[in-house]
T-cell receptor, first 113, second 113 residues
Framework: KQEVTQIPAALSVPEGENLVLNCSFTDSAIYNLQWFRQDPGKGLTSLLLIQSSQREQTSGRLNASLDKSSGRSTLYIAASQPGDSATYLCAVIPQGGSEKLVFGKGMKLTVNP | NAGVMQNPRHLVRRRGQEARLRCSPMKGHSHVYWYRQLPEEGLKFMVYLQKENIIDESGMPKERFSAEFPKEGPSILRIQQVVRGDSAAYFC???????????FGPGTRLTVT
């Protein structure tokens, strides 16, 4: 059974720091991995999607990498800003399933001005 | 192109009443997924539907919960005889056929009193 873990559960940093958010999954047989952002009381915003054949994806200050064999992904946020404060969720689509996402519990990020 | 729409955004029901949650996928998307987020928990898959078909309902509780995605109109998640434990945020996501990414709606927050 696929399980996704995000550690730590919360992180508080001063503005301007470069951040690395970690995600691990137990079964390397995945179709893809997707990073989301969730603001309090809101829905999920898709940030980056990495297909199983890819190693990384970039969008602006965000870069996500995927190491399928070790069951790890990292989300790198450059030059963090207070507006980056949110909960970041990692999710995978396991192979052989019905395309359902398996989520981690998320990491709550606070960027202090 | 409007995003995934869910209504109502907030729903209050007394124990024993019925709750109906609606989801309109993005234009051109024929796949709909429902997820539930309990307080302090990650998002959990409930059901995956295509037009007029339930593809995977492995995450649905065996009783009181049902879902449909008719040929015309929104997808409906129906909870009969609600109990306090049903209080949660219910999110709908959609994707096009063969699509990789999932696009989420703002969610419906159900409170059972």
């Amino acid at each position: 059974k696929q399980e996704v873990t995000q550690i730590p559960a919360a992180l508080s940093v001063p503005e301007g720091e470069n951040l690395v958010l970690n995600c691990s999954f137990t079964d390397s047989a995945i179709y893809n991995l997707q990073w989301f952002r969730q603001d309090p009381g809101k829905g999920l915003t898709s940030l980056l999607l990495i297909q199983s054949s890819q190693r990384e994806q970039t969008s602006g200050r965000l870069n996500a990498s995927l190491d399928k064999s070790s069951g790890r992904s990292t989300l790198y946020i450059a030059a963090s800003q207070p507006g980056d404060s949110a909960t970041y969720l990692c999710a995978v689509i396991p192979q052989g399933g019905s395309e359902k996402l398996v989520f981690g519990k998320g990491m709550k990020l606070t960027v202090n001005p | 192109n409007a995003g995934v729409m869910q209504n109502p955004r907030h729903l209050v029901r007394r124990r024993g009443q019925e709750a109906r949650l609606r989801c309109s996928p993005m234009k051109g998307h024929s796949h709909v997924y429902w997820y539930r987020q309990l307080p302090e928990e990650g998002l959990k898959f409930m059901v995956y539907l295509q037009k007029e078909n339930i593809i995977d309902e492995s995450g649905m509780p065996k009783e009181r919960f049902s879902a449909e995605f008719p040929k015309e109109g929104p997808s409906i998640l129906r909870i009969q005889q609600v109990v306090r434990g049903d209080s949660a945020a219910y999110f709908c996501a959609s994707s096009p056929p063969m699509g990789l990414a999932r696009y989420f709606g703002p969610g419906t927050r159900l409170t059972v009193t």
